[in-house]
Nanobody
Framework: QVHVVESGGGQVQPGGSLRLSCVAS????????MAWYRQAPGKQRELVAN???????DYSDSVKGRFTISRDNAKNTVYLQMNSLKPEDTAVYYC??????????WGQGTQVTVSS
């Protein structure tokens, strides 16, 4: 079993920055694929960024060049650095943990609001 907890959300003005953190406890974190998703009101959940256990990162077109995903295996933590935030980035951000052959685990989400 893996327990996933996100933190770091909040309200920020357009053009501002936030850093989200996600701790996944249980098992061997370095073996997991980790990802950030988001869901805005009335919209489907969408993939924002993911990072493999081999440290290969990928991003949606809407955040490429503004967001950076990284991980610290010693701390069982994945981060999402969000810069140049826009109102359309407003959403609940979820962390997903993918254990090879053993299932997928989600956190409870953290709210990000970009508004002046």
């Amino acid at each position: 079993q893996v327990h996933v907890v996100e933190s770091g959300g909040g309200q920020v003005q357009p053009g501002g920055s936030l850093r989200l953190s996600c701790v996944a406890s249980g098992g061997i974190f370095s073996m997991y694929g980790m990802a950030w998703y988001r869901q805005a009101p009335g919209k489907q959940r969408e993939l924002v960024a993911n990072i493999s256990n081999g440290l290969i990162a990928d991003y949606s077109d809407s955040v490429k060049g503004r967001f950076t995903i990284s991980r610290d295996n010693a701390k069982n933590t994945v981060y999402l650095q969000m810069n140049s935030l826009k109102p359309e980035d407003t959403a609940v951000y979820y962390c997903r943990c993918q254990r090879p052959f053993l299932g997928t685990y989600w956190g409870q989400g953290t709210q990000v609001t970009v508004s002046s």
